[in-house]
Structure formats: structure tokens, C-alpha cells
């Protein structure tokens, strides 16, 4: 069980660390002129292999079986689980019923991501100092204050044998 949640977590982290840099390819296909199909199957012959791939090779394969573009994303997104899939989704399809450009909502996407990335990261940053202090205190400070009591001690009893 844990094992699995183990698993499950750590393909939500590449999801979510990967879906900036794919967004961004999908986007310059996008707006390129290419179909969001095709920039979705090119985005499959150049991420690595991964879940995000897995993803888009899974959306590309419920097109072919005859869903809509947007049907495959919404329902896929749903299997996967993951919140920033399913925003993905949502707003893919909401633009292809209203007829917006595909290109400027997978852009907005690709911005929100790098941003939610990047505060993710700053947040990751403030907790370092603080996991940090455990090990400082039970590691380094002792060995320090051995380094330097050691010659003290060593002429104190010089001192006081004199």
C-alpha cells in the first residue's frame, strides 16, 4: 500500500515538474500551425519516456478510437488524477467550445505552470535553513567545540602542572 502511494506521488511530482517544458513545446507547435493532435504526437516522439508522455500517448490513442479531442483530455486527465491535468483539460475544452485559439490558452497554461513551479521551488528553499538546523546542532557544533576544546583543555593541564 504504501509501496503504491509511494509510486503514485512521485508520477504526480514528474507530471507536475515535467508539464511546464511540454506545454511550452505543445505551444510553439500550436502556434507554429500545426493541429494540437499533431503537437500532441510530437510532444510524444521527443519527451522522454515518462508519465506525461504516457499521458499524451493515452489522449492520442482515445482520438484515434473515436472520442473528441477534447473528450480524450478531460477523461484521461480524470484517470490520471492530477489537478494540473485536469485544469489542462478543462480549459482545453472550454476553448474549443467557444472557439478560442488553442495556442494562447496552452500558452496562459505553460505561464501558470512555470509559475507554480517556480514559487513550489521558493517555498522548497525557505524550508532548507530549517531542516538544516537538526543535523547543524547534533553534528557539527558538537564536533566543532571538541576541535576547539581540546587544545584548551590540553594547555590548561599544562598550566596548572607548571
Not at 546542532?137 to 576544546?149: D, K, N, S
Request: proline share 4%; glycine share 6%; hydrophobic share 45%.
Amino acid at each position: 500500500e504504501r509501496w503504491l502511494y509511494r509510486r503514485g506521488a512521485d508520477c504526480e511530482r514528474r507530471i507536475v515538474r515535467e508539464l511546464p517544458a511540454c506545454l511550452d513545446l505543445l505551444t510553439i507547435c500550436v502556434e507554429a500551425g500545426a493541429t494540437l493532435g499533431a503537437a500532441a504526437r510530437f510532444v510524444v516522439e521527443q519527451a522522454p519516456d515518462g508519465p506525461l508522455r504516457n499521458y499524451f500517448e493515452r489522449v492520442l490513442r482515445e482520438v484515434r478510437s473515436g472520442r473528441s479531442r477534447s473528450q480524450a483530455f478531460v477523461s484521461v486527465a480524470d484517470a490520471y488524477g492530477v489537478e494540473c491535468l485536469s485544469t489542462l483539460a478543462s480549459a482545453l475544452s472550454h476553448a474549443e467550445a467557444a472557439g478560442m485559439s488553442v495556442g494562447q490558452v496552452l500558452r496562459t497554461q505553460a505561464e501558470q505552470r512555470s509559475t507554480e513551479r517556480f514559487v513550489r521551488a521558493e517555498r522548497l528553499a525557505m524550508q532548507a535553513p530549517v531542516k538544516m538546523l537538526g543535523p547543524l546542532i547534533l553534528c557539527i557544533f558538537p564536533c566543532t567545540f571538541i576541535v576547539l576544546a581540546i587544545p584548551i583543555a590540553h594547555r590548561l593541564m599544562e598550566a596548572f602542572r607548571t
